[in-house]
């Protein structure tokens, strides 16, 4: 059964990066593209970008250039850095698999990210 | 610009079935869509993908309950015999090169 784990800081200082990190199990992360979800509390699903084992990345223009996503094969892990937050960056993560580069058909259970002084 | 459009809310009682929207936007309306589950305080679940043409699939161990058919640029999702765990949001989600897009979600009391 493919699982995926996100970790990292639950608490970010204004201005500073987030960053997180997803494992995957049950599946080649050389297989699949990858995507990291945020859910501002309340609110809906955003997407905020993928990558493939390659290294190809795209992400959410609305996010600006403030997205760096980056996969480490060795270790079956993708990982999410997000610079100069504010409070509106403060969310559910998660990280997902993509199925043929289209649909996300598995999820993580989620890590809430602070971002406050 | 790919946008996904769904009301905000829905209810059925308890046993029996809904019907969830979602609409692609002008220009988009060959595109296929998955649909999501999230129950409260829990993560997302895909529940299926579904054509253009109304064919789906669904994930691994999504009841018969959960059915999806399409219609021009609208695809809907069918909740049948509704329990009360099938009250949650359900999104819709699309793609196109580059870019992954969200519908805003329904949210589906079960009365």
């Known amino acids: 059964q493919v699982q995926l784990q996100e970790s990292g800081p639950g608490l970010v200082k204004p201005s500073e990066t987030l960053s997180l990190t997803c494992t995957v199990s049950g599946a080649s992360i050389s297989s699949y593209y990858w995507s990291w979800i945020r859910q501002p509390p309340g609110k809906g699903l955003e997407w905020i970008g993928y990558i493939y084992y390659s290294g190809s990345a795209n992400h959410n223009p609305s996010l600006k250039s403030r997205v760096t996503i980056s996969v480490d094969t060795s270790k079956n892990q993708f990982s999410l850095k997000l610079n100069s937050v504010t409070a509106a960056d403060t969310a559910v993560y998660y990280c997902a698999r993509e199925a043929a580069a289209q649909y996300f058909d598995f999820w993580g259970q989620g890590t809430l990210v602070t971002v406050s002084s | 610009q790919l946008v996904l459009t769904q009301s905000p809310s829905a209810s059925a009682s308890l046993g029996a079935s809904v019907k969830l929207t979602c609409t692609l936007s002008?220009?988009?309306?060959?595109?296929?869509i998955a649909w999501h589950q999230q129950q409260p305080e829990k993560g997302p679940r895909y529940l299926m993908k579904?054509?253009?043409?109304?064919?789906?699939s669904k994930g691994d161990g999504i009841p018969d309950r959960f059915s999806g058919s399409s219609s021009g640029a609208e695809r809907y999702l069918t909740i049948s015999s509704l329990q009360s765990e099938d009250e949650a949001d359900y999104y819709c989600q699309t793609w196109d090169t580059g870019i992954r897009v969200f519908g805003g979600g329904t949210k589906l009391t079960v009365l």
């Open positions: 579904l054509n253009s043409d109304g064919s789906h």
């Open positions: 002008s220009g988009h309306s060959s595109y296929a």
